[in-house]
């Protein structure tokens, strides 16, 4: 089980009129949270794509807590429970400033080569990576 | 059971670098596919807000089937599966222009009184225009 | 000289807290709008897209002249205020439903060949759809 | 004149599939140049609205050069080059990791008393803060 912190702020541009951040936007947070994840790892999510692999996602499911606000600077917490194999799941946290759990999800996405666009399974350096740790 | 339909086209800037709809705007669609529910049972969405009552979303949940592209004219299909009470459920299905059914989600929402930020019961209005179906 | 007309309904996510549509927000319309004027003219930027070229833009400016809100049925009128060579100019124009006039913009957009991500000059059929009008 | 620089990587959300950052999305970009410009300040945007003043766009032009890619780090440097009164005018440009530059933008933003929105002109120990630099 490996797990990675990284922040993020929230924009005036991500607020809606009730005063939150709009609930469609946390998807971009926990994009961000796996991302770190994987840069903490010493995997470029970038590069993975160059070399012919997408990672597209296959179900999200989001519980929201409490609302963030504007300019909120909120803690992503993502975990990855298991060794991935074709897929892959990620577990999220966000954590307010006052440390407060404002939200948890969950995301599965598929290893899946540009090529032929059918389902592969994780590249093995990374997968040595997370058995590794 | 009430359940009404509605379209949206995937916007250029709702596309992602690989060539998909990203995850994250999706949220938007049943927004959309929500907002438009309520108009077609004859209830305003915006109206309920101006009277002081607040809708956030609870949880939300998705499956991605196959990706929309963009330009895609979506349908939407949106079900308010039960009379709702202090909280209310929304169900949703995508289809894309071949009719293929491309997602599932459902989201629940709670009704929050503006003026104490309370949760409070669905307006009497709604519910009896929901019952006289 | 080529006009057309479309709508967009403001959606909840596009607002922010001054419950204003996000400022940021408005590139989508225009971008509807141009996508429209090109399909109205029996164009289809998607359908260019798969030939190999790409549009993308080199200047954008906006003036905000009155908000617009939550739920609000724009009208986007576009102009292709010339025929275009190598580059092309779109005009817009937003209205609201009380038919005020609540924002202005301008767009120049390069025509590039995919393959060798040149500078090329408009489809044929494009330039000759806009010299029969 | 006063000049701040802040940093801000490319979501893949943030792409669109000519695999550029998607047109609309650097006016987020320029929120937070000028945001943290006025943080950098001792300034705080989020304060300066829950004490009542709103600070709405006017205009916002905006030149693209070179395409912002995905995982790009992008330093954005913001400027206002003059002392504010009912308006305020910020100059923005944008460099990617080899400091390259690839957008010019400007805003002018106007700022409204929230009680009756009416211009009035800019707080006062904002405008001692830039004086005396």
């Not at 692999?53 to 609302?67: A, F, R």
């Amino acid at each position: 089980m490996f797990s990675a912190k990284t922040q993020v702020r929230v924009r005036y541009g991500e607020t809606d009129q009730m005063g939150y951040c709009y609930y469609g936007n946390y998807a971009q947070f926990f994009e961000i949270g796996r991302v770190e994840a994987l840069r903490s790892l010493g995997m470029s999510y970038r590069e993975m794509e160059e070399e012919g692999i997408m990672l597209p996602v296959l179900d999200y499911s989001v519980k929201y807590i409490k609302p963030a606000l504007y300019d909120d600077l909120l803690t992503i917490k993502t975990t990855i429970p298991e060794i991935p194999r074709a897929r892959i799941r990620f577990e999220y946290e966000i954590y307010n400033e006052k440390e407060e759990l404002i939200s948890k999800a969950e995301t599965t996405l598929v290893f899946i080569n540009k090529e032929n666009m059918r389902p592969r399974s994780a590249p093995e350096d990374f997968i040595a990576k997370l058995e590794a740790l």
